[in-house]
């Protein structure tokens, strides 16, 4: 996991006036299922026509399997398996005749490529619409006959730009669940770009917010959580009564001053505040045992307990909806 597969340094795509992709610079390992996230027009795909050696930059560098895309685009084509948003197939052809017609342009032996078509169907769940024409398949089923071919010159990577538009839930998930089982059985690269936040959170093992043509953050959902919500990134909610021991603090404002008092020898805490019948209090750490021992030591009923963690949700709100860091400070 520590070989780096995808090298991106102040890379940069310009169209005139317009800057399309602006000093990016990205590392992606061997293994991993990398997610670029953002909203349409963001500059996701003009990073994989750069990663595909299909545009050239205007300035910086790209690798891939430690190629230059630029110099040695044939190389680079050989190592990675490109699956766009609209997939094209023969559609008076079977499943099976358009697989084994990519395998013969990959220069395999009839024999070979039976073999190879076979079990990549198999993998991907198309065994039995193997003879119906693809004309007749569904969107899910295309896609998946698209990762199918993907998968037929045994590449190091695999790049999936919005594999999962036009599918029905069902099929989203099960498309998903097989990128991550390829992925981790066959120690194969995956960088899925896409706009759907719930969808990358599902698989990613690190994800790179994308608006703008920047890359305003990178990381897991901990580390983002942590960037993204700087000096108070943990969030224990609490629900404490008050009818008990003597205490009767029926206001709101009471009830809060009272939480505050007795978690103030906790350290990291940072702020309370009282969200419906529960209590949220703000912390730089996790000290959720800390907190739960000073609410029942004070005497108050501890009824409830959780430590909320930021997800994707949150993230794409911060960034996508008028947060605080819209742009990357420098």
């Known amino acids: 996991m520590n070989e780096n597969i995808i090298e991106l340094v102040n890379l940069t795509k310009k169209y005139g006036s317009f800057t399309a992709v602006d000093q990016l610079d990205l590392t992606i ?12 027009g963001a500059g996701k795909s003009t990073t994989i026509l750069m990663l595909l050696g299909l545009t ?6 790209v690798r891939v399997c430690g190629i230059d895309p630029v110099t040695n685009p044939i190389e680079v084509k050989k190592k990675v398996g490109y699956l766009p948003e609209d997939v094209g197939f023969y559609y008076n052809l079977s499943g099976w005749e358009n697989l084994m017609f990519t395998a013969r342009l990959n220069r395999m032996s009839g024999k070979e490529a039976s073999m190879k078509v076979e079990l990549l169907l198999e993998k991907v769940g198309l065994t ?10 569904s969107r899910g089923m295309l896609q998946r006959l698209g990762l199918a071919e993907v998968l037929i010159k045994n590449p190091e990577v695999i790049i999936l730009d919005e594999p999962t538009l036009g599918i029905d839930p069902a099929g989203v998930v099960e498309f ?17 770009s896409s706009h759907d936040l719930h969808q990358v959170q599902k698989i990613c093992d690190r994800v790179g917010i994308f608006v703008g043509g920047k890359l305003l953050a990178q990381g897991d959902l901990k580390t983002l959580s942590q960037v993204l919500f700087e000096g108070n990134p943990f969030v224990i909610e609490a ?11 029926a206001d709101n404002k009471a009830q809060e001053e009272w939480v505050k008092r007795i978690l103030a020898s906790v350290v990291g805490v940072q ?14 750490r996790d000290a959720t ?3 739960a021992k000073a609410i029942v030591e004070s005497g108050a009923q501890l009824y409830y307990l959780n430590r909320k963690e930021y997800g994707l949700d949150e993230i794409y709100y911060r960034y996508f909806e008028g947060g605080k860091k819209n742009e990357r400070k420098e």
Request: glycine share 16%; proline share 3%; net charge positive.
């Open 128 to 137: 039995e619409a193997a003879g119906k024409k693809t004309g007749k398949y």
């Open 56 to 61: 050239e930059p205007t300035s910086g560098s």
């Open 271 to 284: 702020a309370v505040s009282k969200n419906g019948n529960l209590f949220r209090i703000h912390c730089t």
């Open 239 to 249: 629900g404490i009564g008050f009818d008990s021991s003597g205490l009767q603090l």
């Open 289 to 291: 045992g800390e907190i």
């Open 176 to 192: 998903l669940q097989l990128i991550a089982r390829l992925s981790r059985q066959e120690g194969i690269t995956v960088l899925l």
């Open 29 to 40: 390992r061997k293994g991993e299922v990398f997610g670029l996230l953002g909203p349409n």
